[in-house]
């Protein structure tokens, strides 16, 4: 009988601790992204100006992507969710958009449409 408890807390501990490695990092994720530089089939460079984006990532899994144009910031609030590769956002327009996402040697957060992530764009947090 003992050894079958032994048996039993050693595959819950298993269990537990294989489950806690793949969950995706939430607090990484939480705060405030500029994009910076992007690369795409047209080549590659810096973002500035008007062209720069910014996703503010809140805890309660709601955000807000800001984008400019001639005449200022636009807004659209979001629902955001994490995978371990994926990040799916729900705007409040109704758009959907899933993307793969990694961090870079500089911790800067990479966002990508392919899972090579090949073609991407890279975000410095914002303090």
Known sequence: MKKNYCILILALVAVILSSCRDEPSYDR???SWESYYTVDVHG???IDGRDVVRYDFYRN???RYTYYDNYGPLYIDFNWDVTRRMLYINYD???RE???YDYDRNGDLI???QS???YYTA???VF
């Open 111 to 113: 966002l990508s449409q």
């Open 98 to 100: 899933s993307l793969y």
């Open 29 to 31: 994720m939480q705060g």
């Open 44 to 46: 590659e460079g810096y």
């Open 123 to 125: 975000y410095r947090r």
């Open 61 to 63: 899994g709601r955000g």
């Open 116 to 118: 090579n992530m090949y």
């Open 93 to 95: 327009d109704g758009l």
